[in-house]
């Protein structure tokens, strides 16, 4: 059973930085692709950014790029989101999920970290 685990979320100003952390558990995912994801109040869900878990090829929302880094750490089975310069209106609840390789559908997500800036 896959396991995700958000941490790291909080309350930050305008200009400020955070970094979330995602923990994975379960299996071996060397093919599969991890991404962040979010979700504002009375929003749809986004793609934020994702990253291959074998090779490290990433792929970014045009909203965040420049401004966030994903990345992983292997031997952790953990993946990060350092998010720099953040702005109001990247409030809401981040997600991060999982997909194999081989489908575009994430199969498993964890329980979400809130991540409010303030003006």
């Known amino acids: 059973q896959v396991q995700l685990v958000e941490s790291g979320g909080g309350l930050v100003q305008a200009g400020g930085s955070l970094r979330l952390s995602c923990a994975a558990s379960?299996?071996?995912?060397?093919?599969?692709?991890m991404g962040w994801f979010r979700q504002a109040p009375g929003k749809e869900r986004e793609f934020v950014a994702s990253?291959?878990?074998?090779?490290?090829?990433?792929g970014y929302a045009d909203s965040v790029k420049g401004r966030f880094t994903i990345s992983r750490d292997n031997a952790k089975n953990t993946m990060y989101l350092q998010m720099n310069s953040l702005k109001p209106e990247d409030t809401a609840v981040y997600y991060c999920?999982?997909?194999?390789?081989?489908?575009?559908?994430?199969?498993?997500w964890g329980q979400g970290t809130q991540v409010t800036v303030s003006s």
């Open positions: 999920a999982v997909r194999s390789l081989f489908t575009l559908t994430y199969d498993y």
């Open positions: 379960g299996r071996t995912f060397s093919s599969y692709v």
């Open positions: 990253i291959v878990w074998s090779g490290g090829s990433t």
